[in-house]
């Protein structure tokens, strides 16, 4: 039986989740913010709030965490990254992250990022977690077409 275990995330498990991320979170990173995937994995973790990392018998499944945008109030960056690991156990894992989103939304009062067009197994996932998405605009480094989704309320 497999073993899933979560902890809060390190520096070393960035180096993992870039080895491993799913091609549709490359491609979504480099649209974003260039090609530097391992420094934006680290950057994420280090500068979120709150960080964790899905494992599966030590294999990482995903990572997400978030950061926070404004001193003020509790509204923040909301991002997870896969491993290609994530697909054979997609239904652990989309149950446990629905989970995890309700969990910060106890402490958030807003959640927001932005996933490219074209990621239909992301934004049906997103969709089905909760988050409300909107139609896609340019947005990143490149211009590319991305859709912003949000969660809980105060744009």
């Known amino acids: 039986m497999a073993n899933f275990t979560y902890h809060k995330a390190t520096k070393a498990d960035a180096h993992k989740i870039a080895?491993?991320?799913r091609?549709?979170?490359?491609?979504?990173?480099?649209?974003?913010?260039g090609d530097n995937i391992e420094q934006e994995v680290e950057h994420c973790i280090e500068t979120s709030e709150q960080a964790y990392v899905c494992e599966c018998d030590g294999v990482p499944l995903a990572s997400f965490g978030v950061?926070?945008?404004?001193?003020?109030?509790?509204?923040?960056?909301?991002?997870?990254l896969s491993t290609e690991e994530t697909a054979k156990h997609?239904?652990?894992?989309?149950?446990?992250?629905?989970?995890?989103?309700q969990a910060f939304l106890k402490d958030w009062v807003y959640l927001y990022n932005y996933v490219?067009?074209?990621?239909?197994?992301t934004?049906?996932?997103?969709?089905w977690i909760g988050a409300k998405v909107y139609p896609a605009e340019p947005y990143g480094l490149y211009g590319r077409l991305y859709h912003k989704f949000t969660f809980g309320e105060g744009e």
Do not use: A, C, Q, S
């Open 67 to 80: 950061v926070r945008t404004t001193p003020f109030e509790n509204k923040g960056l909301i991002w997870m």
């Open 123 to 127: 934004i049906k996932w997103l969709e």
């Open 90 to 101: 997609k239904v652990y894992v989309g149950k446990w992250t629905k989970k995890g989103v």
């Open 19 to 21: 080895k491993r991320m």
């Open 23 to 33: 091609k549709e979170d490359r491609i979504e990173l480099i649209g974003m913010i």
């Open 116 to 121: 490219n067009k074209g990621n239909d197994e």
